[in-house]
């Protein structure tokens, strides 16, 4: 029988009662393989049966297996991939795994698990259940000192009821399990900021990469999941939540995830009520990734914009944006309000306002920049060094030479 004494228990306040995991399994049978040469002599057979649970056997704490008779010592080890869907309750299975070395992964397969319509789950654990007899009928050598691996086998009586643990788990469960991870998480990144050096022992650690690469990407690719995208949002959400809940900044990509789905779906309302109420944290991938939306929805260039305004270190990126859209005036009013004028480029503005071949753009532009000249300068000559040379001459061969210097006309 399998337990975990660090799960959680009854008492009736002096005793505490623990349960087993999952119902009883045996310790997988295996044979033990003698040298050649000794079989030959004394001759016996080269591989011994080995009774399990021997009377022989001596056990030591925590996982050490001595058998007198044969003298031969073992590790015993738990393979934890049957296990998942040996125990229903996937928020405790979740809680067990995180005690245990080396099982990001199986964890990472639990998440999937739970995010899989309750078909596809019922296939794949009629798959793990033949996988895992398969596994308990083959034998395993052993030598001395050779690790004894424990495998937790599937009766034939529970093989009819694994379906009923890989159903697609509620959004509330969901949830219940993004928070045992983020739990960790966070205590690993706390334990970081400790001037003693955190031990990865202590931790397994599921973070957001991990997250997004193995489980959650996948979800929202799934072709049999992507009809009903309000599931996926809402799962990834519910991420996004548990994430904020323990103070753990949230990447990007996760962000990208829901527009991405929303996009796809055509939910553009919804999109625009996230980014207006601001249920999406304001980054500067994000107001790309909106910018890039705008020819299948023009209002999300504005969004963007405003995104940029508010992050408050991204001035080049708006006046970028500005410009590659021809919007020279409101660039330069916005360079102003920032004050940022004595470090603009004037070469890039004046070389897009020749580009619209509007004249009357280009000599405001021109003009604006004159007058930043005679501020700073005392004259309203381009010095050299802002190579403008091509664009006096046009606006000369334009406006005539008379115009040169001039305040600009009311």
Aim: charged residues 20%; aromatic residues 10%.
């Amino acid at each position: 029988m399998l337990f975990d004494i660090k799960l959680a228990t009854d008492s009736d306040g002096y005793v505490n009662y623990h349960y087993p995991v999952c119902v009883p399994m045996s310790i997988k049978p295996f044979l033990l393989s003698r040298g050649s040469a000794s079989s030959l002599v004394l001759n016996e057979p080269a591989e011994i049966f080995c009774d399990l649970y021997s009377s022989n056997w001596v056990v030591f704490q925590p996982n050490v297996i001595i058998d007198a008779k044969l003298g031969c010592l073992w590790f015993i080890e738990l393979t934890l991939q049957p296990l998942i869907n040996l125990m229903h309750n996937k928020l405790q299975l979740i809680h067990f795994l995180l005690q245990r070395r080396d099982s990001k992964m199986t964890i990472l397969s639990v998440c999937r698990l739970v995010l899989t319509p309750t078909q596809a789950a019922v296939s794949n654990s009629a798959t793990m259940a033949t996988d895992s007899q398969q596994v308990m009928q083959g034998p395993v050598p052993c030598l001395e000192a050779q690790k004894l691996t424990s495998e937790i086998t599937s009766p034939t009586s529970v093989l009819s009821s694994l379906a009923l643990g890989t159903q697609q788990c509620t959004l509330r469960d969901i949830a219940n399990i993004f928070d045992k991870l983020n739990y960790v998480y966070k205590s690993y990144l706390d334990s970081k900021n400790t001037p003693q050096a955190p031990d990865l022992n202590n931790y397994v650690v599921v973070d957001q990469s991990d997250l997004y690469t193995h489980v959650l990407s996948l979800f929202v690719d799934d072709e049999e999941i992507t009809h009903n995208y309000k599931f996926v949002v809402s799962v990834v959400m519910e991420y996004i939540r548990s994430l904020n809940q323990h103070h753990i900044q949230v990447q990007h990509y996760l962000y990208e995830l829901i527009i991405n789905t929303l996009v796809r779906n055509g939910c553009f309302y919804q999109l625009h009520q996230m980014m207006q109420y601001h249920v999406l944290s304001d980054s500067k991938p994000l107001a790309c990734l909106l910018l890039s939306l705008e020819s299948v929805y023009p209002p999300a260039h504005q969004l963007a914009l405003d995104m940029l305004k508010r992050v408050t270190t991204a001035n080049e990126e708006i006046i970028e944006v500005l410009l590659s859209t021809n919007q020279l005036l409101p660039a330069l009013r916005f360079v102003r309000s920032v004050g940022q004028v004595d470090q603009l480029s004037a070469r890039k503005f004046l070389e897009a306002a020749m580009n619209t071949k509007d004249d009357m753009l280009f000599y405001t532009v021109f003009k604006f920049f004159e007058q930043r000249n005679l501020r700073l300068r005392g004259k309203p000559d381009f010095p050299k060094g802002e190579h403008c040379e091509s664009f006096a001459r046009h606006f000369e061969s334009v406006f005539g030479a008379d115009a040169l210097g001039q305040p600009p006309s009311a």
